[in-house]
């Protein structure tokens, strides 16, 4: 992939330069296998689904949800990998501007407990603590997942439609501002991580972000309030490649470029090098994008939450991503080179044998679903003791409920599996409006699994088109297999309905 981009820029590159590259061509960052086949899903009816988190129009409000994996950290760590996962999907919604109001998982372990309770002690000590109640859970059990588990988790958030900021209207001249935690050499190389099979080296627990939910409950106010204040004009989380994707993808979408100060990163490291600083991972840290005219105001938010900031940059009309450190220039590349790596080959070689769908165990109990929080915010309508996979929550801003389920299609049968769930939904009385899902499938370098990843995108489309819901946001997780063994693939959903009224 570096060939490639040294190829465009016409000359070679330098090991700092190298460094970002070898994270935005990621299968993490780049979905090098996917987009392609990504691009065409069906959206008829969604709203912002290029953003953070797609969804749909409800009124003058709007429902913003996302579904992303922490499978590869909650192998290694699987506590902090669970409560890390639940951060940075609840970023997701935030930096749109919306507050989040329940989060959905759907998890897959196998014979390994150290595993499966550190997860649920994770997104149940996580969620918890921020005050977002867990409203949907789905629980399975297949040796496959031994060390392989699937971690998925869903945020949901309400916003008003007229006051939705994306990551897409950068002005040259604006200000860069870095709010929250202290950017430390934890999560480093997580996007690279994320993206070859499992080895469970010890190295790679460098490569998972150590959790702070009360930082995030303090970022969540005092960016709810930024916000409502219309004081920043764009905004984007620091999640995978940290700095450098946030930064990099808002110049890309936006059309302009970025000049970064690194020197100017509040950082909690003194040895910690311009390098780390832009991959580090470090949780709890959104960017803000804003005039420089209400650099003052923000400052005066972000000190009453006593949350820490730092002016690291600023928009530039130039499409160029240029770096700094103590004010010497050590990196400048293109910015729409750095998140576009060149298409690769995709091998769908192989059959579809046996990839009809398949049944496994359902291990969900209340020694788990009660672990969390599932009122806090007064809009949850039903306990979880019936279904914990499905919930409704009151949108009071909008008088009508909501519908929440989560479900899973295994080793094939997607198509089926929405089907049965449009059903299920529809007969509590409620129209679904839209999905989220995670595509958890093994290396897709081996046959037959790009042909079994397209077959499920393939049923996906088919269902949503047939029963008229699109297809709002997602995620993709590759990779999932060790030496020893490879997991069923698993195609995770949190459908979202409205209450039919006649």
């Known amino acids: 992939m570096i060939n490639y981009a040294e190829t465009k820029l016409n000359r070679k590159l330098n090991e700092f330069e190298k460094s970002l590259f070898s994270a935005t061509y990621s299968e993490h960052c780049g979905y090098l296998h996917s987009r392609k086949l990504l691009s065409n899903l069906y959206r008829e009816g969604a709203v912002y689904f290029k953003e953070n988190a797609g969804g749909f129009k409800l009124g003058s409000h709007a ?33 749109m501007n919306a507050e989040p109001i329940a989060l959905c998982n759907s998890l897959k372990f196998g014979d390994n407990d150290r595993i499966k309770n550190g997860v649920i002690e994770g997104i149940s000590f996580y969620g918890n603590c921020i005050g977002v109640p867990t409203v949907s859970t789905e629980v399975l059990y297949d040796k496959s997942y031994t060390l392989n588990p699937l971690v998925n988790v869903t945020a949901i958030g309400l916003a008003k439609f007229e006051d939705i900021i994306t990551s897409s209207c950068a002005i040259p001249g604006q200000k860069l501002i870095l709010a929250g935690s202290a950017t430390m050499k934890d999560g480093l190389g997580g996007a690279a991580f994320a993206s070859k099979n499992l080895k469970n080296n010890k190295e790679d627990k460098l490569s998972i972000q150590i959790a702070n939910p009360f930082m995030k409950k303090k970022l969540i106010e005092a960016s709810l309030e930024i916000f409502k204040n219309k004081l920043v004009l764009c905004t984007q ?10 930064t990099s993808e808002i110049a890309f979408k936006s059309g302009v470029g970025v000049k970064l100060e690194l020197d100017k990163v509040h950082t909690g490291d003194l040895s910690i090098t311009p390098t780390e600083i832009m991959l580090s991972e470090s949780q709890e840290r959104m960017l803000y994008v804003l005039d420089e005219t209400n650099i003052l105001q923000v400052k005066k938010i972000l000190d009453k939450y006593q949350i820490e900031y730092s002016i690291i940059g600023e928009i530039i009309p130039q499409k160029l991503y240029e770096v700094y450190y103590e004010s010497k220039l050590i990196g400048s590349i293109p910015s729409d080179l750095l998140v576009t790596p060149p298409e690769i080959k995709l091998d769908f070689s192989g ?20 672990q969390y929080d599932s009122t806090v915010g007064a809009r949850t309508m039903l306990e979880p003791y019936e279904n914990p996979n499905y919930n409704e929550l009151y949108i009071r801003e909008e008088d009508i409920p909501i519908c929440v389920y989560t479900f899973s299609a295994i080793n094939g049968g997607t198509y089926e599996t929405l089907k049965k769930s449009v059903n299920y939904i529809r007969r509590r009385g409620y129209t679904p409006m839209g999905i989220t899902n995670c595509l958890n499938f093994p290396n897709p370098e081996h046959a037959p699994v790009m042909l079994q990843f397209k077959k499920t995108v393939d049923d996906m489309n088919r269902a949503c088109k047939e029963f008229n819901f699109p297809i709002c946001s997602g995620n993709v997780s590759f990779y999932n297999e060790t030496e020893s063994c490879k997991i069923k693939p698993a195609a995770s959903f949190t459908m979202i309905g409205k209450k039919f009224i006649t």
């Open 63 to 95: 429902i913003l949800f996302k579904m992303e994996s922490h499978n590869h950290p909650c192998a290694v760590e699987p506590f902090n990998g669970a409560a890390t996962g639940i951060g940075g999907i609840i970023r997701d919604v935030l930096a």
């Open 237 to 246: 989380d620091c999640g995978a490649a940290g700095i450098l994707s946030s």
């Open 351 to 370: 059959n579809l044998k046996g990839f009809s769908g398949e049944k496994i165990m359902d291990i969900n109990s209340k020694e788990i679903f009660e």
